[in-house]
C-alpha cells in the first residue's frame, strides 16, 4: 500500500493554481476531479481521483476549432445522441454506463443533482469506489453534526457503505474508513 493516499496542501495549490480554498474548491468541481472536505473546510484529493482524472482526459479528440475551448471536463461529455443509449444502458443495471453518466453530469454546471441520482444508482449496484466515496464523505459530515442520534445515524450509513465497498472489491481505504468509523461510534455517547 502507498504511503500517501492523498495530495499535500502544496500539491492541492499547484494543482488547482490558487493558493485559496475557494478557488481550488472551484477548479475541482470546474474539472471533475473528485474531492472532499476536511473539517477544517481544506480540500483533500485522493491520488486515485487524480488519476482517475488524467484517465478521463487521455485518448483521442477531434482536432479542437480555433474557437473552441478544451479543458479536461471535455473528456467526459457524452454527446447528445449517445446519451440517451447509454442512459438506457444505465437503467438497465449496466455499472459502466452508470460511471459514465456520473462523469458527464459532474463535468456539466448546474448538474449536481443528476450527477447524485446516477452515484446512488451506482452504490446500488454495488460500485466499490461510489460506496468509499460515499461512505468517507459521510464521515465528515457525521464530524460537523452537533445533533448526538442525526450523528450516529450518519455513522451507521457510512458503516454500512464502507462494508458494502469492502465487500465489492477489499481495499485498506475502506478497511480502515470501517475501523475508524468503529472507534468513532464506541466514543459515541
Not at 445522441?81 to 452508470?98: C, D
Not at 475502506?174 to 461510534?185: D, F, K, S
Amino acid at each position: 500500500m502507498p504511503d500517501k493516499l492523498c495530495l499535500t496542501r502544496d500539491e492541492i495549490k499547484a494543482l488547482a493554481r490558487s493558493p485559496r480554498t475557494d478557488g481550488q474548491l472551484s477548479f475541482f468541481r470546474q474539472n471533475g476531479i473528485r474531492h472532499y472536505i476536511d473539517g477544517k473546510g481544506w480540500p483533500v484529493v485522493l491520488l486515485i481521483a487524480v488519476a482517475f482524472a488524467l484517465a478521463g482526459c487521455e485518448g483521442e479528440r477531434g482536432v479542437p476549432d480555433d474557437n473552441e475551448i478544451m479543458s479536461p471536463s471535455d473528456a467526459h461529455m457524452i454527446p447528445e445522441k449517445e446519451r440517451a443509449l447509454v442512459e438506457a444502458a444505465a437503467k438497465k443495471g449496466n455499472l459502466e454506463s452508470v460511471r459514465r453518466l456520473i462523469a458527464h453530469y459532474e463535468a456539466l454546471s448546474g448538474s449536481d443533482e443528476l450527477a447524485e441520482k446516477w452515484k446512488a444508482t451506482a452504490r446500488e449496484l454495488g460500485d466499490s469506489n461510489e460506496l468509499y466515496f460515499y461512505a468517507s464523505s459521510t464521515v465528515l459530515a457525521a464530524r460537523r453534526e452537533s445533533n448526538a442520534a442525526k450523528r450516529h445515524a450518519m455513522l451507521l450509513d457510512a458503516l454500512e457503505a464502507a462494508r458494502r465497498s469492502d465487500a465489492s472489491k477489499a481495499n485498506a481505504a475502506a478497511q480502515q474508513l470501517i475501523r475508524e468509523v468503529g472507534r468513532q461510534m464506541e466514543v459515541e455517547p
